[in-house]
T-cell receptor
């Protein structure tokens, strides 16, 4: 079993739709949770980060963490064609060398069509 | 601030040759991380380095792979005697020394290695 599971999609939605992306994980030591966006042939770009459980909102993006269920989500409101990319969840533990290692999901390919 | 710079962007090597991938972190960043992305897979952690020090190499293959981050100059990921299975995108990330708990890494654009 992978430490982090993410539905690879692909996911195709019309412009303006609400997009929900999810990851589940098995390692209870994970404390920090992030979402990255990766355009084709580019490096991952940090979108959102959260610590422990709770919600965080930034513009059209909302990140949720439910540690009791080991489940994290990213919601994109009013999706735009420019949001078309691969979305990667990532997480890491706390303290010591755990700071250095992010564990990624395999990524969800999202296409927003006009 | 030029961001995390990786070179070359594309690298083609024949089986058995050596591959050297370079990463210059963002200005002020002294921590470097290397990740590998195989086709249709997420990024896999390889190694975490600080200047002149390997902190965590738990993701590095036991043979043929090595990494360094010297006092001066870029970080180098070195793959000896490459095989076709080494073909992948290799990404470098960097972070500042404070390791703020709410800070994510900044990634470079990657080096795409093709072994023929």
């Amino acid at each position: 079993q992978k430490e982090v599971e993410q539905d690879p999609g692909p996911l195709s939605v019309p412009e303006g739709a609400i997009v929900s992306l999810n990851c589940t994980y098995s390692n209870s030591a994970f404390q920090y949770f992030m979402w990255y966006r990766q355009y084709s042939r580019k490096g991952p770009e940090l979108l959102m980060y959260t610590y422990s459980s709770g919600n965080k909102e930034d513009g059209r993006f909302t990140a949720q963490v439910d540690k009791s269920s080991k489940y994290i989500s990213l919601f994109i409101r009013d999706s735009q064609p420019s949001d078309s990319a691969t979305y990667l969840c990532a997480m890491k533990g706390k303290g010591g060398t755990s700071y250095g290692k992010l564990t990624f999901g395999q990524g969800t390919i999202l296409t927003v069509h006009p | 601030n030029a961001g995390v710079m990786q070179n070359p962007r594309h690298l083609v090597r024949r089986r058995g040759q050596e591959a050297r991938l370079r990463c210059s972190p963002m200005k002020g960043h002294s921590h470097v991380y290397w990740y590998r992305q195989l086709p249709e897979e997420g990024l896999k952690f390889m190694v975490y380095l600080q200047k002149e020090n390997i902190i965590d190499e738990s993701g590095m293959p036991k043979e043929r792979f090595s990494a360094e981050f010297p006092k001066e100059g870029p970080s180098i990921l070195r793959i000896q005697q490459v095989v076709r299975g080494d073909s992948a995108a290799y990404f470098c990330a960097s972070s500042p020394p404070q390791l703020h708990v709410n800070y994510g890494y900044t990634f470079g654009s990657g080096t795409r290695l093709t072994v023929v």
